[in-house]
């Protein structure tokens, strides 16, 4: 076999596999490029998840008919005029995302760029160029996507999935550009101009409204860093990291080294499993980040990592800091930071102090612990010695007492047990979910909880899996999601549970391990609803929950793998006091 340089067309579609990944790929490419050419209004339709056609139109300076020639071709762009990779103000840059739709799509491009007396139309299977009645901006028409690909097609998923993808885009995008309006599908608006907290509302949903904290930080130093936007504050919070929305530069970014800052400025207040929202701008010199990095240009490079992340945490952190010691009233109403404190409180990283503070304002009643709280003092009449007459022990050991009303402790012959009570029942109610032997309750009046149109959609993706759960749901309406059945003694606030279940829906999509997330989610819920962590148990509860566990399968590990009790031996007690 000879060498050969490959034929363009095969070029392109080895080029687009790196670039048009699916519709919204699609659709990210070419807004970004409609934002580039100074539109300030997009409409986007998008039929059967963008498998039908995806049709952009944007009201932006247009082209003339040569460069509509040209912006077919390969490594063609107008947006590096300098040749400079490192100042970059445009979204795209690479020349690349035309051709690559091109090549894997039937596609056509009517513009009209105003100086030219008549618009112009491009056929890019043809390549033919006629002139037509096209007024202003570009409509760029992407018909049949992946169709010459077959191969690629089949990676498609669902439309609903692959819709949820276009609006995760549109909504990125949205977030870096209040001064653009957006209209996708005639269904979700975005009108231009909107106030930034307007839209953080119309994105995240009306939950946010008065949730948020503004955030306005420099860095004062000769990097000439900048950060602004808005936190939520530490009682509201998400399952997945959907609703965090971070820009550099004004370009939407998934960088680890802002995604970490972020989580560790909340570190102390919340739970690793739960996100905090955000929108957050970080702006800093062009020559101090290199967003080069990745085809589709979701990473970027900083040139000092280390200052970008202690400049980001110190101003977060100054924010949350704030808000805590302002609202001593914290909202104690609030069940969602009751129920995360328990293990926050115990984490002893805080390098600036700030947080200790904060700690102790929202969760008094756990600082406030009493190391260890000798249940017989609240059973006079159970002597320590008619302990093991009354209950009968298993490998676990006899019950006797708690620690800050987080764990159980238990004795065997010849250890001591310490057990988590809260992944221990969560352990259980996992493992009887997974077997189906949750008993699900037809209700007299079914619960509707009000959602967003994708959470809806996201909740009726999985509505069979959820039915296994003893869950059962349908849509009321556009906005809304009715259960009918529900799993009998499991009163929850089900409006909760359902966004939870869609947060995780839309961030992970429907995968394989889906039905066994929605087990863990449920159980998650279903436990800090009953024994979660900094609940008091009285001696009968304590042994049964020990009971249960050795009859559960798994029953040592949690269902994140975190373990749920844990043995010392008397070895190693005896090692202790040097016997
Ligand atoms: P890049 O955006 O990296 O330059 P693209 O392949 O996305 O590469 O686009 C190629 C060129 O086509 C752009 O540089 C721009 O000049 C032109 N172009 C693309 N879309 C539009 C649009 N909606 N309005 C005006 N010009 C456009
Ligand atoms: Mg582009």
Redesign the pocket.
Known sequence: MSVRLLPDYLVDQIAAGEVVENGASVVK??V???L??G?DQIMIDVVDGGRTLINIV?N????SRD?LEK?IMRH????LPDDNLLNIH?M????????SIASVSDMTID?CNGADSNGWHLDCNTGEIRPSDWQA??R?RVQNLFAKTPARLKFLRTDRAEMMSILDVIKRLAMARTDVGFVLNNKWRFPKNQDLMERIVAVMGEDVRGRMHAVAAESGSANGMKLSGYISDPTLRRASSVDQFLFVNGRPVKDKVLVGALRAAYMDVMHAREFPLCALYLTLPPEMVDVNVSPTKTDVHFLEPNHVRAFIIKSLREVLAKTMSSESAVDSSSPVRMDFHGPIISRTFAPTGVLHTASRVCAPNIVNNELFSPVQNKQPNIKNESVDSIFDTGPLGRVIGQIANKYILAATENSLVVVDQHAAHERITYEKMRLGKIKSQPLLTPIVVRMRAEDVTAILSIADEMKNSGLVVDAFGEDAVAIFEKPSDWDLNWANVLHDIADEVRAYGHSAQLSEKLHLKLANHACHHSVRAGQKLNFEQMDALLRDIEKTEHGGECNHGRPVYKFIPLDEIDGWFER
């Open positions: 490419e070419t970004e490029n409609a580039d050419a539109a944007d932006g300076g247009g082209m460069d912006c063609a762009t107008s947006k445009f795209g840059f690479r020349g690349e995302a035309l051709p513009t901006g570009t760029i």
